[in-house]
């Protein structure tokens, strides 16, 4: 705790000045829920100046979110540090009914960098004002996507009371958008590793042989960290655009923390190549 207190200490003196003529907003969290901040790069560090929060993110594999609880007591502040540098303020608060659980922060909300980012100003606002521009258009894309609720077929596997669906693969832009649907029909909380989705190719010849090539999520919509007995996370994955020869698929590896309920999902390069 000392030590958790000092670092806070010292990036509190460090950025006071800015954050005496920068407004910090207020993100608000409970004991029964938890609260979900997406940020445009990795968390690096992530600290609450009260025990009474809690922030808890991937300590070992950089992601780019964190989960927020909170016990009642009085206000804080939590402070979190992209990979590259940018750094996040927040006043925290515990409010017993939330009506956000989801927040997601653009690189416009950083207060400033750890080192000084000596560049055209022009050129870096047009760019972060693009990368703004294409995160919220994911997000608001999705968001429809998931309320449209149109499925493409019947697409699912089970493992031990798991359901892995694949609702929906849409086309837009130069994108593609997998709606994804997680059932937890068990007693038992899942607890998510990860979920990937990789191109399987065949090899041909005498040595028949399988070549697994993982594909990056350009964007992440609503993906859980855990999946509570009885109830159904549904999410979607943004990549870009690709199409598959017949003798490729997909390949969507869903593996379980600690756990052995794992479900591998083949879909068909005809499901690929022609989404809605």
Not at 236 to 255: C, G, M, Q, T, W
Request: charged share 25%.
């Amino acid at each position: 705790m000392k030590v958790t207190i000092s670092i806070l200490t010292v990036f509190i003196f460090a950025f006071a000045k800015a954050q005496t003529t920068i407004k910090l907003d207020t993100i608000y969290a409970n004991d029964t829920k938890n609260v979900a901040l997406f940020f445009p790069e990795p968390i690096r560090q992530g600290i609450t100046g009260s025990d009474n929060f809690v922030f808890t993110y991937n300590r070992e594999k950089e992601q780019y979110f964190g989960l927020l609880q909170a016990k009642p007591g009085k206000e804080s502040n939590l402070l979190v540090v992209n990979r590259n540098g940018s750094i996040f303020s927040y006043i925290v608060r515990y409010k017993k009914q939330l009506s956000k659980l989801n927040y997601f922060i653009p690189a416009s909300n950083s207060i400033g960098n750890e080192k000084p980012i000596v560049t055209d100003s022009i050129l870096a606002e047009s760019s972060e004002e693009r990368v703004d521009n294409r995160t919220y258009y994911y997000q608001k894309f999705c968001s429809y996507l998931l309320n449209r609720k149109q499925r493409i077929g019947r697409i699912k596997k089970r493992n031990e009371g798991i359901v892995l669906s694949v609702e929906n693969i849409v086309f837009d832009k130069e994108e593609l958008y997998f709606v994804i649907q997680i059932e937890n029909n068990s007693t038992l909380d899942y607890d998510l590793n990860f979920l990937n989705l990789s191109i399987e190719t065949r090899q041909k010849g005498k040595r028949k042989s399988l070549q697994r090539l993982y594909q990056e999520p350009i964007y992440k919509h609503n993906l859980p960290s855990k999946i509570v007995e009885g109830q159904t996370a549904r999410f979607v994955y943004v990549l870009p655009k690709f199409s598959l020869s017949n003798d490729r698929r997909a390949i969507l590896e869903l593996n379980e923390k600690d756990g052995e309920r794992n479900i591998e999902m083949k879909l068909s390069h005809r499901y690929i190549n022609n989404p809605k």
